[in-house]
């Protein structure tokens, strides 16, 4: 029994280290990202690609977030979800009004340097996508965090082909239209990561002041040795 539960902690270290692992990665591919793509939307006016680029700001404190709650409790890491789902909600508001005012007084974005920035976060986000993608039913910390990386493939699709119609038609408008439903998503993800955190917070139980020197995992651990006792036998 020992030896089972002793191999079920050993799994679930090796599985957080790797989750961290692939959260490093695609935290400093967001957070470059962001960069690059703020100032290329600041520099050519384009709402979307402004849009796009606090969706990259949001993913890597999201990650930070989930890098933060990895070897912690399930109470905490739903805590971490929640404010994740916050920043979510914060960022769609704040693209919202932004497409508002470019509409009232903003000009043509450039259609060619629009959809390179638009491919580029593209491809980067398709790199992040494909290896979060094996963690997506990890728990809810690792889902939100999956979520929020096809919420950029949206985006950034969308973005390239916001530049395209701008391209075609000469007209501002297919980039305040992308920018807006950028704005949705972000908002109906932050609704669906909100309510799934809220029930696992309050599912959770506070872990106790004698119980915080333990790792996360030992509760699962008891559990398994517990009610598959016969598991070594």
Known sequence: MDSCCENKAGELAQLRGAQAKVLYWVLGINGSMFVIEFVA??????????????????DATVYVLTLYALHRSDRTRAGAALVK??????????????????????SVPEAGAMGIMGLLALAANTICFI???????ADLNMRSTWLCSRNDLIANTSVVLAAIAVGVTGSLWPDVIVGLAIAALFLHSAWQVS???????QGAKPVMATDSARPSSEPA?????????????
Do not use: P
């Not at 916050?86 to 693209?95: C, D, E, K, N, T």
């Not at 290896?131 to 039913?137: D, E, K, P, V």
């Open 41 to 58: 939307g600041w520099l050519i006016g384009s709402t979307a690609l402004l849009a796009d680029s606090l969706d990259m700001f949001g």
């Open 85 to 106: 789902s916050l920043f979510m909600f914060v960022f769609g508001l704040a693209v919202i009004a932004e497409a508002v005012h470019k509409s009232v007084v903003g």
């Open 221 to 233: 651990n008891e559990t398994c040795c517990k009610a598959h006792s016969s598991c070594c036998q």
């Open 131 to 137: 290896m979060l993608l094996r963690y997506r039913s």
């Open 195 to 201: 309510s799934e955190a809220w029930g696992a917070w």
